[in-house]
T-cell receptor
């Protein structure tokens, strides 16, 4: 069965460029999460989507970061004017969205800003 | 918002010993507490979870305990094996809300 899929797996971009990271959640999962993991660090929350509710954007580190989720399925995380400190692995996860359900993670996108 | 503290940050044990990782949370409305294991270069994967209506849950060599009054929960691994070596993350969430993770514990099991 298909799990959470993220693309690209790796992205190298020049400082100042915009990047888009894509997440395909498991079919039927209404909750979708984005996290950022710097080398050897923890899981930093970025944004959370739950069904048709307004997303929880409280984790976005600056206004250069934005995300959308179209049709309740695919999500795109956009980083504008990338900076070197944006280099990290960006992880997406999805869950059924019911109370207390397991979140399944994608393999992540490793972003390197040079 | 929720704040999750996790200790220790690193833990070294000998094969066969037990390992205990502890987490505290701040939001009394949190009712779901999963534990994830992340091996080097891989994605986090759920190993066990507990809901606020129970105090303990076991799955073979792994157990989790929850103290709602004190707002802390712990992961216990018995008879550790080298393949248990990984980073372990605790997390907490309330209904229809995001998962807030602790900063992780690197567990090293030496043969």
């Amino acid at each position: 069965g298909a799990g959470v899929s993220q693309s690209p797996s790796n992205k190298v971009t020049e400082k100042g460029k915009d990047v888009e990271l894509r997440c395909d959640p498991i079919s039927g999962h209404t909750a979708l999460y984005w996290y950022r993991q710097s080398l050897g660090q923890g899981l930093e929350f970025l944004i959370y989507f739950q069904g048709n509710s307004a997303p929880d954007k409280s984790g976005l580190p600056s206004d250069r970061f934005s995300a959308e989720r179209t049709g309740g399925s695919v999500s795109t995380l956009t980083i504008q004017r990338t900076q070197q400190e944006d280099s990290a692995v960006y992880l997406c996860a999805s869950s059924l969205g019911q109370v207390s359900s397991e979140a399944f993670f994608g393999q992540g996108t490793r972003l390197t800003v040079v | 918002g929720e704040n999750v503290e996790q200790h220790p940050s690193t833990l070294s044990v000998q094969e066969g010993d037990s390992a205990v990782i502890k987490c505290t949370y701040s939001d009394s409305a949190s009712n779901y507490f999963p534990w994830y294991k992340q091996e080097l270069g891989k994605r986090p994967q759920l190993i066990i979870d507990i809901r606020s209506n129970v105090g303990e849950k076991k799955d073979q060599r792994i157990a989790v305990t929850l103290n709602k009054t004190a707002k802390h929960f712990s992961l216990h691994i018995t008879e550790t094996q080298p393949e248990d070596s990984a980073v372990y993350f605790c997390a907490a969430s309330r209904e229809y809300s995001t998962l807030t993770f602790g900063k992780g514990t690197m567990l090293l099991v030496s043969p």
